[in-house]
């Protein structure tokens, strides 16, 4: 598990914008695929964003396309997801973590810190 610092969640109302942060103590392009999921109580994990190994491609759930953005920089560890357009539906605790192998089938496998939580009011 990498120690993280997820950041950048909040209350906001449905149309507006967040971005989280995901602070590692090392990312390397040569991880396993990592990315970002979300939450609900009694509900199953979702993945929404995903980082090929080699950092080459990232993927979106259908949910999100063209709403959300991920990106890194992994000079100083760190994965962002800029969240546009928000939705009530988008509210749940998003982590950062890995997922597995085949990253496009976004499939979350480790959450690396406790997560942020996201509330859209409409």
């Known amino acids: 598990q990498v120690p993280v610092v997820e950041s950048g969640g909040g209350l906001v109302q449905t149309g507006g914008s967040l971005k989280l942060s995901c602070q590692a103590s090392?990312?390397?392009?040569?991880?396993?695929?990592m990315g970002w999921f979300r939450q609900v109580p009694g509900k199953k994990r979702e993945g929404i964003s995903c980082l090929s190994w080699g950092g080459g491609t990232i993927y979106y759930a259908d949910s999100v396309k063209g709403r959300f953005t991920l990106s890194r920089d992994y000079a100083e560890n760190t994965l962002w997801l800029q969240m546009d357009g928000l939705k009530p539906e988008d509210t749940a605790m998003y982590y950062c973590?890995?997922?597995?192998?085949?990253?496009?089938?976004?499939?979350?496998?480790?959450?690396w810190g406790q997560g942020t939580l996201v509330s859209v009011f409409s």
């Open positions: 973590g890995t997922f597995d192998d085949y990253c496009s089938g976004l499939s979350p496998v480790d959450a």
């Open positions: 090392k990312l390397n392009p040569n991880d396993d695929p």
